[in-house]
């Protein structure tokens, strides 16, 4: 099956610096990935839409200048947490959607997620 | 805008007995999966249903679809301590998007 990952998969970091996560599509071209964001006990809350090529779509209250989405190939997307605050721990999590057509039995494939705590 | 509600929000069984977890949208959906998650760790994909009325199983779990597509539920038979975790419900409001999930249901099974 369609394989997404996510690295690192553990991040600790100071608070005022940055951190870039990487997702990646590894056996298929994603040319839209979504990051949602899990706080401990909650559900998962989508942050922003990447798409290859074109500027990423943020959902409300999302800050798009502290969280930068880069979606440059159609295997790669990242997000910079720039100058992050310990309220910005959390568990985040990408998803790569395949283009329809291609041989896969569903649509959507979850990453392993990358837990960032900062301190 | 589209609204997944799930219940129960927790749920304890005792190993072997039957359970069944609800997921209701205020809107017709496109497409509705299910998952399961660890605390802390990634998503894995159960199934997903997209035709009303369609019903699927794997090993001991059954999710179904009603047939306006609002309303799917999934059922696991004779519960092991390894169905515990985190069930969720996502759905495609339209094809294409992002998926949006319900708050999950936590369950453990005692045994």
């Known amino acids: 099956g369609a394989v997404v990952s996510q690295h690192p998969s553990r991040v600790i970091c100071k608070s005022g610096t940055s951190v870039k996560i990487e997702c990646r599509s590894l056996?298929?071209?994603?040319?839209?990935m979504f990051w949602y964001r899990q706080f401990p006990k909650q559900s998962l809350m989508l942050m922003a839409t990447?798409?290859?090529?074109?500027?990423?779509?943020?959902e409300q209250g999302v800050e798009k200048d502290k969280f930068l989405i880069n979606h440059a190939s159609l295997t790669l997307s990242t997000l910079t947490v720039t100058s992050a605050h310990p309220e910005d721990s959390s568990f985040y999590i990408c998803?790569?959607?395949?283009?329809?057509?291609?041989?896969?039995?569903?649509?959507?494939?979850f990453g392993p997620g990358t837990r960032l705590t900062v301190t | 805008s589209q609204e997944l509600e799930q219940s129960p929000q927790s749920l304890i069984v005792q190993e072997g007995k039957n359970l069944t977890i609800n997921c209701t949208s205020s809107?017709?959906?496109?497409?509705l999966y299910w998952y399961k998650q660890k605390y802390g760790e990634g998503l894995i994909f159960l199934m997903m249903?997209?035709?009303?009325?369609e019903e699927k199983s794997h090993e001991k779990i059954t999710a179904k679809l009603d047939e306006k597509k609002q309303q799917s539920s999934l059922h696991i038979t004779a519960s092991q301590p390894s169905h515990a975790g985190i069930y969720l419900c996502g759905a495609d409001p339209q094809a294409g998007t992002a998926l949006i999930f319900g708050k999950g249901t936590t369950l453990s099974v005692s045994s």
């Open positions: 249903l997209q035709k009303g009325g």
């Open positions: 056996d298929f071209q994603a040319t839209t």
């Open positions: 990447s798409n290859e090529g074109s500027k990423a779509t943020y």
């Open positions: 809107k017709t959906l496109y497409g």
């Open positions: 998803s790569a959607r395949a283009p329809r057509g291609q041989d896969l039995h569903y649509e959507q494939y």
